[in-house]
């Protein structure tokens, strides 16, 4: 026996009020967690990060610079950290050409380089820059380790040691400042690696094989309209595609502008115009195909 009309307009009214009040905003991508400041989705997060991350399905998430897309690993967002992996970065294990990582200046702005995050400049010309009038840029070692520790350790790093005919070529462990405002092909430099973790003492206990390459990243929560309010009620924090203002999102089909109270209500009391429109429509839908019953 077929299904009779109005089961099926109720139905059909189910499906299209559980749309209404899906929020818009992802909450991950593969096993990271999205959350305020960040957005995948655009009107999602924080306008200021806006278009910063996405999410491929397969790949997972990427930070987008200037210079490129770099693997998101992970977001502490109690540590409020964000370590990625340039996946054509050279590594103790891995050597390969170099490339430039460039952030925007909102970037660098708003997500600088941890302080314990180090970038080390690899089989560098006498001629560098970071060797000469430039050389306080650079570190003598990075938490007791030295160039020719690096050279001699990592497999990637040993055939610079090896082609050298006296001594290994000079490195230099240096900031993210450092390469920022001046490219790798200025500082005369073949190779960069970039270790996570310098500033403690936890590199100090385990050679260059042991350690975390990578890129981390800090940032601080811009003031806004107070997500946690937002998030409480129901809602995810974001703002308006057009004018860029900062709003509450309550479903797919309905905003407020601080909070999702009282059954996703604007602050004056008001419900959205897509959410009459819809709730509309079922009703009508509802009433035309219980008169054709009748």
Partial sequence: ???SP???AFVLAAALLRVAAALPCRSSCGEVQIDYPFGIDDGCGTPQLRGWLSCNGTSGLFLQTPSGAYKVE???Y???RVMVYDPSMSTCSILQPHHDFVMSDVQYAVMPPADDTVFALLNCSI??????HYRYLCFNDVAGHSCNELYGACNAFRLFHMSSNTTAPACCFTRYSTVRFMSMNMLDCTHYTTVVGAAGEGLRSIGPTDWVYGIGLSYAV????????CKKSGGACGFDTDSGAEMCLCSSTMNATRECAAGSVMDGG?????VILLHGFVMALCCLLFNFMS
């Fill in 6 to 8: 109005l089961l099926m």
């Fill in 78 to 80: 109690q540590k409020q």
């Fill in 127 to 132: 001629d560098s820059p970071v060797l000469n």
């Fill in 1 to 3: 026996m077929a299904p």
């Fill in 270 to 274: 008001e419900r959205t115009a897509p």
């Fill in 74 to 76: 992970s977001i502490d």
């Fill in 222 to 229: 811009p003031p806004g309209l107070g997500c946690e309010r």
